[in-house]
Protein backbone atom coordinates (compact mmCIF):
# COMPACT_ATOMS: atom_id res chain seq x y z
CA UNK A 1 0.00 0.00 0.00
CA UNK A 2 1.35 3.34 -0.95
CA UNK A 3 0.12 7.14 -0.58
CA UNK A 4 -0.43 9.54 -2.86
CA UNK A 5 -2.74 13.18 -3.51
CA UNK A 6 -5.81 12.53 -4.09
CA UNK A 7 -7.62 13.33 -6.98
CA UNK A 8 -10.34 16.20 -6.65
CA UNK A 9 -12.46 14.75 -9.17
CA UNK A 10 -12.38 11.37 -8.28
CA UNK A 11 -13.32 12.05 -4.70
CA UNK A 12 -17.13 10.91 -4.00
CA UNK A 13 -17.66 13.42 -0.79
CA UNK A 14 -15.99 16.18 -2.59
CA UNK A 15 -19.49 17.64 -4.15
CA UNK A 16 -21.75 16.14 -1.43
CA UNK A 17 -24.77 18.21 -0.04
CA UNK A 18 -23.65 20.24 2.91
CA UNK A 19 -26.39 19.03 5.04
CA UNK A 20 -27.31 15.10 4.91
CA UNK A 21 -29.48 13.38 6.49
CA UNK A 22 -28.73 10.50 9.16
CA UNK A 23 -28.81 7.53 6.79
CA UNK A 24 -26.69 9.04 4.54
CA UNK A 25 -24.24 10.48 6.72
CA UNK A 26 -24.23 6.88 8.69
CA UNK A 27 -23.89 4.97 4.93
CA UNK A 28 -20.38 7.90 4.19
CA UNK A 29 -18.92 6.23 7.24
CA UNK A 30 -19.72 2.73 6.90
CA UNK A 31 -17.84 3.15 3.39
CA UNK A 32 -14.67 5.29 5.26
CA UNK A 33 -14.74 2.17 7.75
CA UNK A 34 -14.71 -0.08 4.80
CA UNK A 35 -11.76 1.76 3.53
CA UNK A 36 -8.09 -0.14 4.70
CA UNK A 37 -6.76 3.04 3.18
CA UNK A 38 -8.91 5.60 5.57
CA UNK A 39 -9.03 3.03 8.63
CA UNK A 40 -5.82 2.98 10.47
CA UNK A 41 -5.17 -0.87 11.71
CA UNK A 42 -6.47 -1.96 15.17
CA UNK A 43 -3.10 -3.28 16.24
CA UNK A 44 -1.15 0.13 15.05
CA UNK A 45 -3.83 2.41 17.11
CA UNK A 46 -4.12 0.20 20.25
CA UNK A 47 -5.21 2.36 23.07
CA UNK A 48 -6.48 5.07 20.74
CA UNK A 49 -9.70 6.62 20.24
CA UNK A 50 -9.57 8.22 16.92
CA UNK A 51 -10.18 5.03 13.74
CA UNK A 52 -8.63 7.23 11.38
CA UNK A 53 -5.97 10.31 10.90
CA UNK A 54 -7.77 12.45 7.98
CA UNK A 55 -6.03 15.10 6.68
CA UNK A 56 -6.14 18.22 8.52
CA UNK A 57 -8.87 20.75 7.05
CA UNK A 58 -6.72 23.47 6.05
CA UNK A 59 -4.16 21.38 4.32
CA UNK A 60 -4.06 22.24 0.87
CA UNK A 61 -4.35 18.33 -0.57
CA UNK A 62 -5.91 15.54 0.54
CA UNK A 63 -3.79 11.99 0.55
CA UNK A 64 -5.30 8.49 0.06
CA UNK A 65 -3.57 5.28 0.04
CA UNK A 66 -3.78 2.73 -3.16
CA UNK A 67 -2.54 -0.39 -4.30
CA UNK A 68 1.04 0.01 -5.72
CA UNK A 69 0.80 -3.90 -7.12
CA UNK A 70 4.04 -4.91 -5.66
CA UNK A 71 1.51 -6.85 -3.24
CA UNK A 72 4.00 -6.53 -0.54
CA UNK A 73 2.74 -7.55 3.17
CA UNK A 74 3.81 -4.25 5.22
CA UNK A 75 3.98 -4.27 8.44
CA UNK A 76 4.02 -0.87 10.11
CA UNK A 77 4.58 0.29 13.63
CA UNK A 78 2.20 1.31 15.97
CA UNK A 79 1.75 4.82 16.78
CA UNK A 80 3.91 6.40 19.69
CA UNK A 81 3.06 9.65 21.86
CA UNK A 82 5.69 12.34 20.34
CA UNK A 83 5.70 15.35 22.11
CA UNK A 84 6.82 18.69 20.91
CA UNK A 85 8.36 21.57 23.02
CA UNK A 86 6.49 24.80 21.93
CA UNK A 87 7.43 28.08 23.59
CA UNK A 88 4.90 30.82 23.58
CA UNK A 89 5.21 34.05 24.06
CA UNK A 90 2.29 34.45 26.61
CA UNK A 91 0.46 32.15 28.39
CA UNK A 92 -2.96 33.48 29.28
CA UNK A 93 -5.63 32.97 27.07
CA UNK A 94 -9.07 35.60 27.27
CA UNK A 95 -12.35 34.45 26.68
CA UNK A 96 -15.33 36.73 26.05
CA UNK A 97 -17.81 33.73 25.10
CA UNK A 98 -20.76 34.73 27.11
CA UNK A 99 -21.96 30.76 27.97
CA UNK A 100 -18.28 29.96 29.76
CA UNK A 101 -18.21 30.77 33.74
CA UNK A 102 -14.45 32.60 33.07
CA UNK A 103 -12.47 34.67 31.33
CA UNK A 104 -9.13 33.52 31.41
CA UNK A 105 -7.56 30.28 31.21
CA UNK A 106 -4.22 28.44 30.73
CA UNK A 107 -3.48 25.20 28.33
CA UNK A 108 -0.23 23.90 29.55
CA UNK A 109 -0.50 21.02 26.40
CA UNK A 110 -1.92 21.22 22.93
CA UNK A 111 -3.60 18.09 21.88
CA UNK A 112 -4.32 14.75 24.82
CA UNK A 113 -3.18 11.88 24.67
CA UNK A 114 -5.93 10.57 26.79
CA UNK A 115 -7.58 10.33 23.02
CA UNK A 116 -11.10 10.52 23.95
CA UNK A 117 -13.05 9.95 21.07
CA UNK A 118 -15.43 13.02 21.21
CA UNK A 119 -13.01 15.90 22.31
CA UNK A 120 -14.55 18.94 21.56
CA UNK A 121 -10.35 20.32 21.13
CA UNK A 122 -9.73 17.99 18.24
CA UNK A 123 -10.42 20.91 15.40
CA UNK A 124 -7.48 22.61 16.63
CA UNK A 125 -4.84 20.51 16.01
CA UNK A 126 -5.31 21.62 12.36
CA UNK A 127 -4.30 24.91 13.20
CA UNK A 128 -0.72 23.11 13.57
CA UNK A 129 -1.18 21.65 10.08
CA UNK A 130 -1.95 18.17 11.28
CA UNK A 131 -5.10 15.64 11.98
CA UNK A 132 -7.84 15.74 14.24
CA UNK A 133 -7.79 12.32 14.07
CA UNK A 134 -4.57 10.42 15.58
CA UNK A 135 -2.43 13.49 15.29
CA UNK A 136 -4.56 14.57 18.60
CA UNK A 137 -3.70 12.01 20.40
CA UNK A 138 -0.03 11.41 19.22
CA UNK A 139 1.48 14.31 18.64
CA UNK A 140 1.10 16.82 22.27
CA UNK A 141 2.95 19.88 22.35
CA UNK A 142 4.14 21.10 25.43
CA UNK A 143 4.77 24.64 26.48
CA UNK A 144 7.40 24.21 29.71
CA UNK A 145 8.09 27.62 29.98
CA UNK A 146 4.34 28.10 31.11
CA UNK A 147 5.27 28.78 34.88
CA UNK A 148 7.68 31.51 33.90
CA UNK A 149 5.12 33.42 31.23
CA UNK A 150 2.70 32.96 33.77
CA UNK A 151 3.99 34.98 36.78
CA UNK A 152 5.91 38.04 34.13
CA UNK A 153 1.90 38.31 33.02
CA UNK A 154 0.68 38.35 36.57
CA UNK A 155 3.51 40.87 37.96
CA UNK A 156 2.33 43.18 35.04
CA UNK A 157 1.05 46.72 36.42
CA UNK A 158 -2.30 46.67 34.60
CA UNK A 159 -2.58 42.62 35.87
CA UNK A 160 -6.55 42.01 37.24
CA UNK A 161 -7.03 38.95 39.06
CA UNK A 162 -10.05 36.59 37.89
CA UNK A 163 -9.90 33.13 38.38
CA UNK A 164 -7.88 31.00 35.80
CA UNK A 165 -9.33 27.60 34.33
CA UNK A 166 -6.95 25.13 33.94
CA UNK A 167 -7.52 22.34 31.38
CA UNK A 168 -10.93 24.13 29.06
CA UNK A 169 -9.39 22.92 25.96
CA UNK A 170 -6.74 19.77 26.45
CA UNK A 171 -6.66 17.99 30.06
CA UNK A 172 -3.82 19.56 31.90
CA UNK A 173 -3.66 16.28 33.72
CA UNK A 174 -2.85 14.17 30.85
CA UNK A 175 -0.33 11.21 30.89
CA UNK A 176 2.71 13.70 29.87
CA UNK A 177 2.13 15.37 33.02
CA UNK A 178 4.01 12.86 34.80
CA UNK A 179 7.28 13.82 32.77
CA UNK A 180 6.81 17.50 32.08
CA UNK A 181 5.19 18.80 35.57
CA UNK A 182 4.04 22.07 33.48
CA UNK A 183 0.39 21.97 35.42
CA UNK A 184 1.98 21.86 38.74
CA UNK A 185 4.63 24.27 37.96
CA UNK A 186 1.64 26.95 37.20
CA UNK A 187 -0.23 26.17 40.10
CA UNK A 188 2.82 26.51 42.28
CA UNK A 189 2.74 30.22 40.71
CA UNK A 190 -0.81 30.77 41.39
CA UNK A 191 -0.76 29.51 45.14
CA UNK A 192 2.23 31.65 45.90
CA UNK A 193 0.45 34.93 44.21
CA UNK A 194 -3.29 33.93 46.30
CA UNK A 195 -4.34 33.61 42.51
CA UNK A 196 -7.74 31.51 42.28
CA UNK A 197 -7.75 29.12 40.29
CA UNK A 198 -10.68 26.23 38.52
CA UNK A 199 -9.15 22.99 37.07
CA UNK A 200 -11.16 20.48 34.62
CA UNK A 201 -9.72 16.60 34.25
CA UNK A 202 -10.44 13.45 34.36
CA UNK A 203 -7.26 12.35 35.40
CA UNK A 204 -6.44 10.88 38.56
CA UNK A 205 -3.09 12.20 38.58
CA UNK A 206 -4.66 15.63 39.66
CA UNK A 207 -4.34 14.31 43.16
CA UNK A 208 -1.06 14.54 42.94
CA UNK A 209 -1.23 18.31 43.75
CA UNK A 210 -3.30 17.59 46.92
CA UNK A 211 -0.48 19.38 49.00
CA UNK A 212 -0.85 22.81 46.92
CA UNK A 213 -4.52 22.47 46.30
CA UNK A 214 -5.48 21.75 49.70
CA UNK A 215 -3.61 24.92 50.93
CA UNK A 216 -5.37 26.96 48.27
CA UNK A 217 -8.63 25.89 48.66
CA UNK A 218 -8.21 26.71 52.58
CA UNK A 219 -7.88 30.59 51.35
CA UNK A 220 -10.88 29.93 48.78
CA UNK A 221 -8.67 29.96 45.59
CA UNK A 222 -8.93 26.35 44.27
CA UNK A 223 -11.82 24.17 43.09
CA UNK A 224 -11.54 20.86 40.59
CA UNK A 225 -14.18 19.60 38.16
CA UNK A 226 -13.99 15.97 37.62
CA UNK A 227 -15.24 14.68 33.87
CA UNK A 228 -17.13 11.37 34.24
CA UNK A 229 -19.00 10.58 31.30
CA UNK A 230 -19.63 6.96 32.12
CA UNK A 231 -19.74 3.78 34.85
CA UNK A 232 -19.61 1.43 32.34
CA UNK A 233 -15.46 1.03 32.69
CA UNK A 234 -16.00 -1.06 29.09
CA UNK A 235 -17.43 2.12 28.11
CA UNK A 236 -14.83 4.42 29.15
CA UNK A 237 -12.45 1.58 27.43
CA UNK A 238 -13.62 2.38 23.68
CA UNK A 239 -14.18 6.36 24.50
CA UNK A 240 -11.52 7.36 26.54
CA UNK A 241 -9.64 4.36 25.93
CA UNK A 242 -6.07 6.35 28.06
CA UNK A 243 -8.01 7.98 30.90
CA UNK A 244 -8.67 7.41 34.02
CA UNK A 245 -11.42 4.55 34.92
CA UNK A 246 -14.94 4.99 35.97
CA UNK A 247 -13.83 3.69 39.53
CA UNK A 248 -10.71 6.17 39.67
CA UNK A 249 -12.66 9.25 38.76
CA UNK A 250 -14.95 8.34 42.30
CA UNK A 251 -12.18 7.57 44.27
CA UNK A 252 -10.19 10.84 43.21
CA UNK A 253 -13.48 13.02 44.01
CA UNK A 254 -13.28 11.33 47.67
CA UNK A 255 -9.63 11.99 47.83
CA UNK A 256 -9.90 15.47 46.83
CA UNK A 257 -12.90 16.12 48.96
CA UNK A 258 -11.19 14.75 52.19
CA UNK A 259 -8.37 16.93 51.42
CA UNK A 260 -10.81 19.64 51.92
CA UNK A 261 -10.44 20.77 47.96
CA UNK A 262 -14.40 21.84 46.35
CA UNK A 263 -15.27 19.32 44.06
CA UNK A 264 -17.64 19.51 41.24
CA UNK A 265 -18.86 16.80 38.46
CA UNK A 266 -19.54 16.96 34.91
CA UNK A 267 -21.34 14.37 33.12
CA UNK A 268 -19.76 15.60 29.43
CA UNK A 269 -20.54 15.04 26.91
CA UNK A 270 -23.69 13.22 27.15
CA UNK A 271 -23.80 11.09 23.88
CA UNK A 272 -27.81 10.43 22.99
CA UNK A 273 -28.09 6.31 23.00
CA UNK A 274 -24.81 5.79 24.22
CA UNK A 275 -24.74 7.51 27.70
CA UNK A 276 -27.70 9.53 28.78
CA UNK A 277 -29.22 6.74 30.50
CA UNK A 278 -26.38 7.24 33.26
CA UNK A 279 -26.94 10.85 33.81
CA UNK A 280 -28.57 9.72 36.99
CA UNK A 281 -26.35 7.29 38.12
CA UNK A 282 -23.39 9.34 37.64
CA UNK A 283 -24.96 11.88 39.62
CA UNK A 284 -25.88 9.69 42.62
CA UNK A 285 -21.93 7.76 42.57
CA UNK A 286 -20.43 11.17 42.40
CA UNK A 287 -22.49 12.94 45.08
CA UNK A 288 -21.81 9.80 47.66
CA UNK A 289 -18.24 10.06 46.93
CA UNK A 290 -18.20 13.98 47.75
CA UNK A 291 -19.08 16.12 44.65
CA UNK A 292 -21.23 19.42 45.57
CA UNK A 293 -21.69 20.56 42.32
CA UNK A 294 -22.59 19.38 39.46
CA UNK A 295 -23.09 20.02 35.58
CA UNK A 296 -23.55 18.94 31.91
CA UNK A 297 -23.01 19.23 28.27
CA UNK A 298 -24.24 17.46 25.14
CA UNK A 299 -22.55 16.11 22.69
CA UNK A 300 -20.30 19.09 20.45
CA UNK A 301 -19.11 18.40 16.91
CA UNK A 302 -17.14 21.32 15.81
CA UNK A 303 -16.09 20.79 12.10
CA UNK A 304 -14.28 17.61 10.79
CA UNK A 305 -15.34 16.46 14.62
CA UNK A 306 -18.66 15.28 13.09
CA UNK A 307 -17.16 12.50 11.11
CA UNK A 308 -14.09 11.03 13.50
CA UNK A 309 -17.44 11.02 15.57
CA UNK A 310 -19.21 9.03 13.27
CA UNK A 311 -16.17 7.24 12.50
CA UNK A 312 -15.80 5.76 15.92
CA UNK A 313 -19.47 4.89 16.20
CA UNK A 314 -19.32 2.58 12.71
CA UNK A 315 -16.65 1.07 14.15
CA UNK A 316 -17.91 0.60 17.95
CA UNK A 317 -21.69 0.41 18.33
CA UNK A 318 -22.85 0.01 13.81
CA UNK A 319 -26.24 -0.19 14.87
CA UNK A 320 -26.67 3.09 17.02
CA UNK A 321 -25.13 5.23 14.32
CA UNK A 322 -28.39 6.39 12.76
CA UNK A 323 -29.96 6.67 16.18
CA UNK A 324 -27.83 8.85 17.54
CA UNK A 325 -27.71 11.77 14.86
CA UNK A 326 -31.08 11.48 14.44
CA UNK A 327 -31.32 12.57 18.08
CA UNK A 328 -28.66 15.14 17.82
CA UNK A 329 -29.75 16.43 15.18
CA UNK A 330 -33.17 17.13 16.78
CA UNK A 331 -31.27 18.65 19.50
CA UNK A 332 -29.40 21.08 16.80
CA UNK A 333 -32.34 22.53 15.24
CA UNK A 334 -31.52 19.86 12.35
CA UNK A 335 -27.38 20.08 11.95
CA UNK A 336 -24.90 18.18 13.44
CA UNK A 337 -23.80 21.10 15.35
CA UNK A 338 -25.19 24.82 16.49
CA UNK A 339 -22.07 27.28 18.07
CA UNK A 340 -24.73 29.53 18.62
CA UNK A 341 -23.71 30.90 22.36
CA UNK A 342 -27.08 30.46 24.06
CA UNK A 343 -27.60 26.44 23.36
CA UNK A 344 -24.57 24.78 22.27
CA UNK A 345 -24.03 23.36 25.79
CA UNK A 346 -27.42 22.08 26.03
CA UNK A 347 -29.33 21.98 22.99
CA UNK A 348 -32.94 22.84 22.15
CA UNK A 349 -36.27 20.87 21.71
CA UNK A 350 -38.03 18.12 23.00
CA UNK A 351 -34.94 15.73 23.72
CA UNK A 352 -32.48 18.03 24.97
CA UNK A 353 -35.50 19.59 27.43
CA UNK A 354 -35.95 15.76 28.76
CA UNK A 355 -32.03 15.56 29.46
CA UNK A 356 -31.85 18.87 31.25
CA UNK A 357 -34.92 18.28 33.30
CA UNK A 358 -33.75 14.86 34.23
CA UNK A 359 -30.45 16.31 35.01
CA UNK A 360 -32.10 19.42 37.18
CA UNK A 361 -34.37 17.06 39.13
CA UNK A 362 -31.70 14.27 40.11
CA UNK A 363 -29.23 16.99 41.36
CA UNK A 364 -31.84 18.75 43.54
CA UNK A 365 -33.01 15.97 44.80
CA UNK A 366 -29.30 14.76 45.75
CA UNK A 367 -28.41 18.26 47.60
CA UNK A 368 -26.01 19.33 44.33
CA UNK A 369 -25.87 23.20 43.74
CA UNK A 370 -27.18 24.64 46.37
CA UNK A 371 -24.26 26.53 47.26
CA UNK A 372 -21.79 28.25 44.68
CA UNK A 373 -18.39 28.72 45.59
CA UNK A 374 -17.41 31.92 44.36
CA UNK A 375 -13.17 31.62 44.55
CA UNK A 376 -11.56 34.88 46.20
CA UNK A 377 -9.81 37.28 44.03
CA UNK A 378 -9.15 40.15 46.98
CA UNK A 379 -5.99 38.10 48.23
CA UNK A 380 -3.91 38.38 45.25
CA UNK A 381 -0.73 39.58 45.69
CA UNK A 382 2.74 40.48 44.09
CA UNK A 383 5.72 39.13 46.33
CA UNK A 384 8.68 41.16 45.65
CA UNK A 385 11.36 39.59 43.23
CA UNK A 386 14.16 37.11 44.61
CA UNK A 387 17.44 38.83 44.83
CA UNK A 388 19.73 38.45 42.38
CA UNK A 389 21.88 39.90 39.98
CA UNK A 390 21.34 43.59 39.39
CA UNK A 391 19.47 44.53 36.29
CA UNK A 392 21.76 46.84 33.75
CA UNK A 393 18.18 48.03 32.84
Same mark, same amino acid.
Given at each position: ? @???????????????????? *??????????????????????????? !? +???? *????????????????????? &???????????????????? %???????????????????????????? *?????? !???? !??????????????? &???? /????????? *???????????????????????? @?????? %??????????? /?????????????? #??????????? @??????? /?? +???? &?????? =?????????????????????????????????? &????????????????????????????? #????? +???? =?? /?????????????????????????????????? #????? $????????????????????? $???? =????????? $?
Amino acid at each position: M @SVRVKDPARDPFRSRPAKRT *PLEAAEAARRRMDDTAYRVEVDRRRGR !G +ASAN *PSGRYEPAQREGFDDGWEIEE &ELPSLPTEVIVEKPRTIITK %NDSPDILFEKSINPYRGCEHGCAYCFAR *PTHAFQ !GLSS !GLDFETKIFAKPNAA &ELLE /KELRASNYQ *PTTIALGSNTDPYQPVERRFRITR @SILEVL %NRMNHPVGIVT /KSALVTRDIDILSQ #MAERQLAKVAI @SVTTLDP /KL +ARRM &EPRAAA =PAKRLETIRKLTDAGIPVSVLVAPIIPAINDHEI &EAILKACAESGAQEAGYVLLRLPHDLKDL #MRDWL +AEHY =PD /KLKHVFTLLQEARGGKDYESEWSTRQSGVGPYAW #MLGRR $FETTAERLGLNRRNLRLRKDL $FTVP =PKEAGQLSL $F
